[in-house]
């Protein structure tokens, strides 16, 4: 069934919507018409049969349905109001599949086949009616990537990518390329070598062919794969090692990686059963996903890092590294390190996986409880949500420490930093509360630290043009292109109490850097540990200023300030006392000293809203910078501190250069030819 126009002529979505579309002859829209309605039977057969597993998923098929019917009618005639409801429909399958893009029909048919690949069968056996649905997806799919050859690379790569999927869903081992493949029982002998493989892929360990003990087998797409996958988050250097080898899980060491502990095959499979469970075949970790040997793919992999994690089905955190497994009471060094921030942050789900003898009916409860999946019965259970007290059918066993991310009973700043970080409603301390996050862990290459965060910031700089050590140039270059971007400079007083950075005085010193352990700070008494000295994290800056940054790390901005000294408190100057002076004792001052110093107001301190601690009302919640004048018309932070607001209303704009005071050595970029 077509429709037409008055003149005879078939129209299609582009033309409903505005646009024009090169159409070889009515016949062969006619085609596509059919194939589609065609393809709807297809879907609604699937649909069908999506039971209680499939959850939402049945929703979503009959909205995907909708929609291809819709595009089936637009096709039919020209109705610009079927366009919009499209439109409309189109944005709600994005939003529920994370696929982002244009809206016309190609478009709408890609959500539709995407649907038939993320409801889950309640069978356990692919009968003959499911692969007779997935034959005909892939079969519609092509039918429309043939007329359309000149189409954008990307949606033809895209397209094609959802056919090897299709085929990979439904048992084809082959659909997918596989560019290295170790056989099960050759695992161990020697260190996984991926140095041949082309670089600048996305590669994700094949979970079926390792749980059965077929073989090692890593897959290539050019493209993020439209089939499900699940990513690894854990820690290079990990808990002590205890003797898990043997003839059927030997120890992996992957060449290029030798640094990080030897990986388990035992806590290997168990993180690819914790895959499984999640309905992905495909998992992603950084020591099989990375060629180790080649900085060209490492820096093009850094650059997708942020995508590669908010794009992925589950993020499966393993606390203790990939040696062992880590039980719920032993403290972790995981939440200190830099790229495990991404890592928690960025995907939609995530679930920590741990050393479990108890089995399923244990729940682990605080408020409410929670039940612990079992991933390995009597091995390893997984949790979504870190609880405090636990049963056994219904009987409490008593209170349960819960030490795996930290140890909340010496110190929960990493912790406060990273629930202010997961909070997706308020932008702004959100932002804040990633920047203090970064400054309290650490990372083997200094400039980790940066990268580690920027996606997380909605930014992306290109890794290849910074060497390892380059910290505070990368640093500088994110900050830039933050305020270009029109976003407050929300770095600001993220630490109260920590000495400002020497070379970029606007921030406070960085963590030494380290392949394993804690972050720790410099300080005159020796390294402290960063998450002892920063101060309270159970907060955000609030009216933070924008403005622009220079190469050197200037941070120029207006604000309200005022001349100033700083009156210490007490001996080590941790606690101060800002008194504000009149411009004529300033120019008094700045011709006997030549020295101007101003208190600069930066932002107010808004607690984090989320009633674990309870709300505290404050005398001094303006937070002020203290600056003193190293050159003409150049300034550097010497520490913030806070205020009454009353003793800044009536200071005046004025407009600042803070930076410094120390020059930063430029790092010299070796290409290797």
């Keep these: ?140 799919i092509r039918n429309f990537i043939e007329p359309r050859q000149d189409t954008n690379e990307d949606i033809l790569s895209t397209l094609t990518n959802e056919i090897a999927c299709l085929r990979f869903y439904g048992g084809d081992t082959s659909a997918i390329s596989c560019v290295f493949e170790v056989p099960f029982q050759d695992l161990g002998k020697t260190a996984l070598v991926l140095d041949h493989v082309p670089p600048q892929r996305f590669r994700y360990l094949d979970c079926r062919a390792y749980v059965q003990q077929n073989a090692l087998r890593v897959l290539e797409f050019n493209t993020l794969p439209a089939e499900r996958y699940a990513a690894l988050s854990y820690v290079w250097r990990g808990l002590n090692h205890e003797e898990t080898s043997d003839a059927l899980h030997p120890d992996l060491v992957v060449q290029g990686a030798e640094d990080a502990d030897p990986i388990s095959a035992a806590v290997l499979r168990t993180a690819c059963l914790a895959s499984l469970s999640y309905k992905c075949h495909l998992l992603w970790l950084d020591r099989l996903s990375i060629m180790q040997t080649n900085s060209s793919d490492k820096s093009w992999q850094i650059k997708n890092m942020y995508r590669i994690y908010s794009s992925c089905e589950v993020c499966i955190i393993f606390p203790g590294g990939l040696r062992r497994l880590a039980s719920l009471e032993e403290e972790t060094s995981w939440i200190q390190r830099a790229w495990t921030l991404q890592e928690a942050i960025a995907p939609q789900n995530v679930i920590c996986v741990f050393s479990w003898p108890e089995g399923q ?67 702004h301390l959100r932002a804040n509360a990633i920047w203090r996050s970064a400054l309290l862990r650490t990372s083997s290459r200094p400039v980790d630290m940066i990268f580690s965060i920027m996606g997380l910031l909605g930014v992306s700089l290109e890794p290849s043009s910074f060497t390892k050590d380059d910290r505070h140039h990368a640093t500088i270059e994110l900050a830039s292109a933050l305020l270009a971007n029109g976003d407050p400079a929300l770095w ?43 101060g309270s994290s159970w907060w955000w800056l609030e009216g933070a200023p924008g403005g622009s940054m220079d190469e050197d790390g200037y941070f120029k901005f207006t604000a309200k300030a005022a001349p100033a000294r700083m009156i210490a408190r007490n001996a080590d100057k941790s606690s101060c006392e800002i008194r504000p002076y009149s411009e004529e004792q300033e120019s008094a001052i700045g011709n006997k000293e030549h020295r101007r110093s101003f208190a600069v107001v930066v932002g107010e301190k808004r607690q984090y809203p989320y009633g674990v601690y309870g709300v505290f009302q404050y005398k001094e919640t303006t937070v002020v910078m203290f600056v003193e004048e190293h050159q003409p018309g150049k300034w550097h932070n010497v520490k913030y501190t806070l205020v009454n607001g009353d003793l800044v209303k009536d200071w005046r704009l004025r407009e600042f250069e803070v930076g410094g005071p120390k020059p930063i050595k430029r790092e010299v970029k070796l290409i290797s030819s």
Aim: cysteine-free.
């Design 1 to 140: 069934m077509v429709g037409t126009s008055s003149n005879g002529e078939v129209k299609s979505a582009a033309a409903a919507s505005g646009r024009t579309e090169n159409v070889g002859s009515s016949q062969s829209t006619t085609a596509q018409i059919n194939a589609l309605l065609d393809f709807t039977v297809a879907l609604q057969r699937r649909s069908e049969r999506t039971g209680e597993n499939g959850h939402a998923n049945g929703d979503f098929l009959s909205d995907a349905i909708t929609a291809a019917e819709i595009a089936v009618q637009i096709k039919q005639m020209e109705r610009p109001e079927l366009a919009e409801r499209l439109d409309s429909l189109s944005t709600l399958l994005r939003a529920r599949s994370g696929y982002s893009g244009g809206i016309d029909l190609d478009h709408a048919i890609e959500i539709a086949e995407r649907a038939v690949k993320l409801t889950p069968s309640d069978d356990t056996n692919i009968d003959y009616t499911f692969m007779a649905d997935l034959e005909q997806a892939i079969s519609h």
């Design 361 to 427: 009916t244990v729940r682990i409860q605080s408020h409410f409880s929670v039940p612990v999946a079992d991933i390995e019965v009597g091995v390893s259970g997984s949790l979504g949500h870190m609880r405090r007290q636990s049963t056994i059918d219904g009987r409490s066993l008593g209170p349960q420490p819960i030490n795996i991310f930290t140890d909340h009973t010496r110190v929960r700043s990493p912790l406060e930093a990273l629930l202010g970080a997961l909070d997706r409603r308020n932008k």
């Design 492 to 534: 600001l007083a993220i630490s109260l109490d920590m000495d400002p950075n020497p070379h970029l005085s606007t921030m406070p010193i960085m963590p030494e850097t380290s392949v394993s352990g804690r972050a720790y700070i410099k300080t005159p008494n020796g390294l402290t540990e960063a998450a002892m000295i920063v």
